[in-house]
């Protein structure tokens, strides 16, 4: 039940005299957990004394505390936000974050002050809304059904203790965290209007602090990236690709690939830019034909190397932005990057443009050379007259080289009467042709 899922991840928190709400969340890979809520509950304090906080869940209809084991914290000033790192609990859900739209039902579960007296049968509610505005990057607007004031009281009062609390959409009743409630949309809650901070946000910062990333339903799976990336595509092609989908999703994930290469996936390296969709439909695409050139890729991280007649070459697939050329790229990537390249290396590139020139080989690379020696620096260990010996092995392919490769062989005539598992095999290895033959 719904309810018995908030029973276990919104808390009540209590830290010298002031009091508010939080919720708890698990890494994906179950060794942390997660306490979120809003910074104001513990008083703004840059030092958090952890041996001060009380932290209590509701059970049966009672409070009752819990025993945290804090590790570390992460404050987000800016947004009113503070991130507390944990010991893993074992009795937390495997929930996920998720990005909000405007107008979406929502549910934002928390512990106010209204409902704080002994003689309340219960003390964690739930109030439930719509999201009326997201007026900028960070904010959640929402509209209470319901009025926050009561004869007695006025909203302030009432929901006092209410900021920390989760945001969450109810989907197939599954609750994804999408918010976390910072304050009344005004002073005397006119409208019964509430604020909070997109958990998108607060995952950024949390990424870029400490290089850790929620769980989130977007990079927990590329099926999410699946339309968009096989739309390019027409039968037969489309039906090659297609079935390769499965075997992708069961062994690989956008977060394997964060983890083994951080933001080194996109030129400039950025840890914004990681999160573009463009991003993730090219690495699914380059999956996609891995994976019709041998399913064995997908295992073991085996789509990082090609592998052919007992030779290895490595390879790095990257989206740059701001690059309409491929020269144009080489050059500031080798200028700046240098150190991240491997001998006889293999980048498949995508760009925001299709650039003209789509690969470059070793040889025509070297062709280059000459025109970026001086930028390279004598700090990074390479001498100018060392340069080309250096890079000669490296080769630059736009990822769309592959697609034309692919849909050239299904159109050559000695193929016309090549179907199913017969053709995927042909085109298979002329895959593999292409990628170790540049």
């Known amino acids: 039940m719904v309810s018995d899922f908030y029973d276990k991840v919104v808390v009540w928190i209590k830290y010298r005299g002031g009091s508010g709400s939080g919720v708890l969340i698990s890494s994906m890979e179950k060794n942390n957990s997660y306490l979120i809520s809003a910074w104001h509950c513990f008083g703004k304090q840059s030092n958090i004394n952890y041996g001060e906080i009380e932290v209590f869940r509701q059970e049966e209809n009672e409070l009752k505390q819990i025993f945290?084991?804090?590790k570390d914290s992460v404050i987000i000033e800016q947004n009113d936000i503070v991130i507390c790192e944990i010991d893993y609990i074992e009795d937390i859900p495997q929930y996920q974050i998720v990005c909000p739209e405007n107008r979406d039902k929502v549910a934002f579960v928390g512990f106010p002050n209204g409902l704080s007296g002994e003689e309340c049968m219960t003390h964690r509610y739930i109030i439930r809304g719509e999201i009326n505005e997201l007026p900028n990057d960070s904010i959640i607007q929402i509209n209470s059904e319901r009025?926050?004031?009561?004869y007695l009281s006025d909203a302030q009062k009432n929901m006092s203790s209410y900021s920390g609390s989760g945001i969450f959409i109810e989907s197939d009743k599954i609750p994804y965290l999408c918010g976390i409630i910072t304050n009344l949309g005004s002073k005397e809650g006119t409208?019964?209007?509430?604020?909070?901070i997109l958990i998108s946000v607060i995952d950024d910062i949390l990424y870029q602090k400490k290089n850790i990333h929620l769980p989130n339903t977007k990079w927990s799976s590329f099926e999410k990236f699946v339309t968009n990336t096989l739309k390019i595509f027409d039968e037969p092609l489309l039906n090659i690709c297609s079935v390769q989908i499965p075997e992708i999703i069961e062994n690989v994930t956008p977060n394997n690939i964060l983890e083994h290469c951080g933001n080194k996936i996109v030129w400039p390296y950025s840890d914004k830019s990681v999160f573009r969709q463009e991003v993730w439909e090219e690495w699914l695409l380059y999956l996609i034909i891995r994976c019709i050139e041998s399913h064995d890729n997908m295992k073991n991280e085996r789509f990082y190397v090609i592998r052919n007649k007992g030779k290895n070459r490595k390879i790095k697939v990257l989206y740059a932005t701001d690059h309409p050329t491929l020269p144009k790229f080489l050059?500031?990537?080798?200028?700046n990057a240098y150190g991240d390249i491997s001998a006889g290396q293999v980048m498949i590139i995508k760009m925001d443009t299709p650039p003209a020139i789509k690969k470059l080989s070793s040889r025509k690379i070297d062709n280059i050379v000459s025109d970026i020696s001086s930028a390279i620096s004598i700090e990074k260990h390479i001498y100018i007259d060392d340069v080309e010996s250096n890079i000669r092995q490296i080769s630059i392919m736009d990822?769309?080289?592959l697609v034309d490769e692919m849909s050239n062989f299904i159109e050559q005539e000695e193929n016309e009467g090549l179907k199913g598992r017969e053709l995927e095999k042909k085109l298979g290895e002329r895959i593999l042709e292409v990628l170790y033959g540049i």
Do not use: A, P, R, W
């Open 68 to 70: 945290l084991n804090f």
């Open 147 to 150: 009025s926050f004031e009561t």
């Open 191 to 196: 409208f019964s209007v509430v604020n909070g």
């Open 331 to 335: 050059k500031d990537y080798l200028k």
């Open 399 to 401: 990822i769309n080289v």
